[in-house]
């Protein structure tokens, strides 16, 4: 992938312009941890690039990034820019294409995404960003106050790369994020949420949720659950805990969050309940309770019927036992039997079945 990725940047100086690896894949590559998504940035202008590679695209004309795929890889470059006057806290107002590398890193986050390498793999490294990865410190390039003014996304980001790889926070980060943690509420839910749910699948979740309630992130983020979290594989399971809805879902995701929330309050090896809402929501809700994952499957398993089709006995039977047309009522016999199968009141046997519902369905 690195051989490759100098390739692109020695096509780039080929057309007469300087390129360089920028930001994750450096900092990454540095780290020994492999990454996908690599960032190049460079002087030659959009247009210029859409020249140099026939298959090159503009995804978000707005931001000038071009998009080109080789081998499979993604890889997103980016003309050297400057970005003015941040009206909202959220997007630059204007982007200025600039000629100088060390301007276009001044924008940048943090010292260790400022870290940059050429086509014959010489680091270029600015702003120290080498020292503090050693240090294992994230601290802002240039002042942290201007930083988390100018777009609070990276309070959150600041988070999310300490959590990732166990770094600390400047003390100059800390008490700037304190200072500027209110305007989080200019940044939309989605932009949070993907920071969010980047903190929350790393291994070190634990260390993220430290930091941000260390930082008293919770009142700004509008999650007050955030102490409450339990550590649990599943990212809906997390969010039914924080039980934060004002953050985007699929709909798909809103409804696997209600009905963890739901399993919560149950008994997660009750064979009812666990046959209603099946393994996938209850084993989450049980890892939250701290219940193994591993009873909660066993128990499934043993269940006598896993889905209605399993119960032996057919519509034609029931029908003829009560000697009635078919009706509604043919419903709430088979929510009885499968409650009182599942409690094994009666055994799943055809003739057993029938002489059941005849015995105690009568008047359904
Ligand atoms: P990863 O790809 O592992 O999430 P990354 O550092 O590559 O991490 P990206 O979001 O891909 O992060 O951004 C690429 C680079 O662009 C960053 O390394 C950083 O230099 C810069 N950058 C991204 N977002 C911001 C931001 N909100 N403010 C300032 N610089 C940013
Ligand atoms: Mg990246």
């Known amino acids: 992938m690195l051989e490759d990725s100098l390739k692109i940047l020695e096509r780039i100086n080929q057309a007469g312009y300087s390129a360089y690896l920028v930001g994750g894949f450096v900092r990454d590559y540095f780290l020994g941890i492999e990454s996908n998504d690599i960032d190049i940035c460079t002087n030659a202008k959009p247009k210029e690039l859409l020249e140099i590679f026939e298959n090159a695209k503009i995804p978000k004309e707005d931001y000038g990034a071009v998009t080109i795929y080789y081998k499979n890889v993604r890889y997103e470059i980016t003309t050297f820019r400057k970005e003015v006057r941040y009206r909202d806290c959220r997007h630059p107002e204007e982007i200025i ?184 929501v209850n084993s989450v809700a049980a890892s939250i309770k701290g219940i193994s994952n591993n009873v909660v499957a066993e128990t499934y398993a043993r269940l006598p019927i896993h889905n209605r089709g399993d119960l032996k006995v057919h519509t034609n039977d029931l029908v003829k036992a009560f000697n009635r047309k078919p009706g509604p009522y043919l419903k709430g016999v088979y929510e009885r039997l499968e409650r009182d199968v599942l409690y094994e009141r009666v055994q799943n046997e055809q003739k057993t079945l029938i002489q059941y519902c005849m015995d105690n369905y009568q008047e359904v």
């Open 97 to 280: 294409y600039i000629n100088s590398l060390e301007e276009d890193l001044i924008r940048r986050d943090f010292t260790i995404n400022t870290l940059c390498m050429d086509s014959a793999g010489n680091i270029i490294d600015l702003f120290q960003g080498e020292d503090d990865l050693e240090h294992k410190i994230i601290k802002t390039v240039g002042n942290s106050y201007q930083k988390f003014s100018e777009d609070a996304l990276r309070i959150l980001r600041a988070v999310r790369f300490a959590a990732k790889l166990h770094f600390s926070l400047d003390s100059e980060v800390i008490e700037a994020i304190k200072d500027t943690k209110h305007l989080l509420k200019n940044i939309s839910y989605q932009r949070k949420k993907e920071e969010l749910d980047k903190i929350f699948t790393c291994s070190n979740i634990k260390y993220g949720i430290e930091l941000l309630l260390g930082l008293g992130l919770e009142n700004d983020l509008e999650i007050p659950n955030l102490s409450k979290i339990t550590y649990t594989d599943s990212l809906v399971g997390i969010w039914a805990v924080l039980d934060s809805f004002q953050y985007p879902f699929t709909n798909n995701e809103k409804k696997l969050i209600t009905s963890i929330q739901e399993a919560l309050i149950h008994d997660n090896l009750d064979p009812y309940y666990l046959y209603l809402n099946g393994l996938y």
